[in-house]
């Protein structure tokens, strides 16, 4: 059996980058299943769908408009073919004659030119031959999504980010990614209840469930819709803080935060000092690009 191989240029997955297509996916995806999701839930998701596209690509490249050569099947002259058994190489059937042994009864024998200059005879017609079994399919890690996802997931994780954030059809909120098209309308009466209901509630903080389950919503739709819509809403309203750790989603009521809370502490507020960036040394400078928090310009 003869085994093919796929594989990818050897940094594809170091220099990834999101494409018009893989955005078009993710959109499709994300209206299909009505679920915000984070960057590295989408991932492997991605990745999977990117590798899928690119066998695809390397199937077709490989065979070039040519059919793979079986024995089990009738050629022409002027027949283009590719051959498996000798390194996918690609050739052309240029004549034929019947073949002379009685033990595989009748058959024809092609000639084939290679693109090298080569020319070499082959069987055809013949239905018990060990060739006939398709080529097996074997890939390389490049192609291998558990081995991709493990080996490159910050890479990944920070393109599909980088891919996003300045798309208009994409929100995020608390991490999460969804369509700005399948926002629920969330008005000033809803948030205005909302800010009565923290109020009431010493000021917060209160899970969006929690508030949901106050304010007069559409029942029709999707939960999870109606929750990351009124999360966008609140989050684009200066009454409302976010308050909640990595990953959970609470609100509180800005004007009944600790006065510690909406100040920025003394010793934590930042004085720019002037100074000329020529004297740094290089170890200095790149110290300093390291550096990635909100006062980084």
């Known amino acids: 059996m003869v085994t093919a191989l796929l594989s990818l240029q050897e ?5 990834y980058k999101l494409e018009a297509e893989d955005v078009s996916f993710l959109y499709d995806y994300l209206l299909e299943n009505e679920t915000p999701l984070t960057s590295e839930e989408l991932m492997p998701i991605l990745v999977e769908q990117r590798i899928n596209r690119e066998k695809v690509r390397l199937e077709k490249k490989r065979l070039d408009g040519n059919d793979i050569y079986f024995p089990k099947a009738h050629y022409k002259v002027g027949s283009k073919l590719v ?13 034929h004659r019947e073949g002379e042994n009685p033990a595989d ?13 080569d020319k070499r005879e082959f069987a055809a017609g013949i239905e018990d031959h060990i060739l006939n079994i398709p080529p097996e399919a074997a890939q390389a890690d490049s192609l291998n999504s558990e081995a991709v996802t493990g080996d490159y997931r910050d890479v990944l994780i920070e393109q599909i980010e980088i891919g996003l954030v300045d798309n208009k059809d994409f929100i995020q909120i608390a991490g999460r990614w969804f369509l700005r098209a399948l926002l629920v309308d969330v008005n000033a009466g809803h948030l205005n209840l909302a800010e009565a209901i923290l109020d009431m509630n010493e000021g ?37 803080d976010e308050v909640g750790p990595a990953g959970i989603v609470a609100w509180y009521l800005k004007a009944l935060e600790p006065e510690n809370v909406q100040e920025t502490p003394l010793y934590l507020r930042y004085i720019p000092i002037e100074y000329d960036p020529e004297t740094l040394t290089r170890e200095m400078v790149a110290l300093e690009d390291s550096l990635d928090d909100e006062l980084t310009p």
């Open 11 to 15: 940094n594809y997955w170091e220099e």
């Open 83 to 95: 051959f498996p058994a000798f390194a996918w190489q690609k050739g052309e059937v240029v004549g």
């Open 105 to 117: 009864g009748q058959f024809k024998v092609i000639q084939v030119a290679f693109e090298n200059g």
């Open 204 to 240: 917060g903080p209160l899970a969006t469930a929690d508030l949901i389950k106050e304010i007069d919503l559409p029942g029709d739709v999707h939960p999870n819709l109606i929750e990351f819509s009124l999360d966008h809403a609140l989050q684009e309203d200066p009454r409302f």
